[in-house]
């Protein structure tokens, strides 16, 4: 694949519409803002042992009952809430569209998938009281805003030009891919500031993000590459390099 149709699928995302970076950066910023008021909508979801076995197990269902929790609580606008699915479908159509694999759950870290698992748990032992849910609901808004990091990582790239030119200076003002990167890195520290007690830190790098963003089972190879040149011709070596072994461990 040529160079110039990498960059318009993975880069610039030509092909299936530009997503805003700095819009999902403030509606992450929105969410953690409305932390408590968000969580206490998710602990009425996991308030669930009455309800059938048919709904504890529909994933699609569970997935937009918990996503209603960030939107219907915190006041989004007609376009934050336009960005709801927009990165997923931009990283699926950048060549990481999950392979279809037989009993295996092949897809990024997703709260719907981690109730249906805490619902089985609890059904085969004890429901837990109010508390656990409580604590429980914490760990799923973590991870719903680890989730959308994920795929936002993939994005530092979206309309940005190859880092220096013939000077090959990598530039790290706001708009460029190192900037980007260093706006992830407030939002995932401001997200272990707001959380309580208890709740473990799944990840404290933005930049082991990215590789985190690739561990699916795809059909496709050629993505790969072109995000590990992108990395090396966009950001700092000292970041490359982290990534780099981020990578290496995750493999």
Not at 37 to 54: F, G, M, T, Y
Not at 97 to 114: K, T
Request: proline share 4%; charged share 25%; hydrophobic share 40%.
């Amino acid at each position: 694949m040529g160079a110039d149709s990498s960059w318009g699928r993975i880069v610039t995302g030509k092909l299936f519409g530009q997503v805003p970076f700095q819009a999902n950066v403030e509606l992450l910023r929105l969410f953690l803002t409305h932390r408590e008021d968000i969580v206490e909508s998710i602990e009425a979801v996991l308030n669930a042992q009455r309800k059938p076995i048919q709904y504890l197990q529909d994933h699609s269902l569970l997935s937009r009952h918990f996503e209603d929790c960030f939107f219907a609580r915190t006041a989004a606008t007609a376009s934050q809430k336009r960005l709801r699915g927009q990165l997923e479908e931009a990283h699926w159509a950048g060549g990481f569209r999950p392979r279809q694999v037989q009993d295996l759950h092949n897809d990024l870290i997703h709260p719907a998938e981690m109730m249906i698992r805490a619902f089985y748990c609890w059904q085969q032992t004890r429901w837990p009281g109010r508390n656990g849910r409580m604590h429980y609901a914490h760990t799923l808004f973590n991870l719903y805003v680890i989730r959308w990091l994920q795929f936002l990582s993939m994005r530092l790239w979206d309309a940005v030009p190859a880092a220096g030119g013939a000077s090959g200076r990598k530039d790290e003002d706001p708009g460029s891919a190192g900037g980007r990167l260093a706006e992830i890195q407030g939002v995932l520290d401001e997200l272990w500031r707001s959380s309580p007690a208890g709740q473990p830190v799944i990840v404290r790098d933005a930049r082991w993000l990215i590789p985190l963003a690739q561990s699916l089972i795809t059909d496709e190879l050629a993505p790969y590459f072109e995000v590990a040149q992108h990395v090396t011709e966009t950001l700092q070596e000292a970041d490359a390099l982290e990534i780099q072994k981020a990578l290496s461990r995750a493999e």
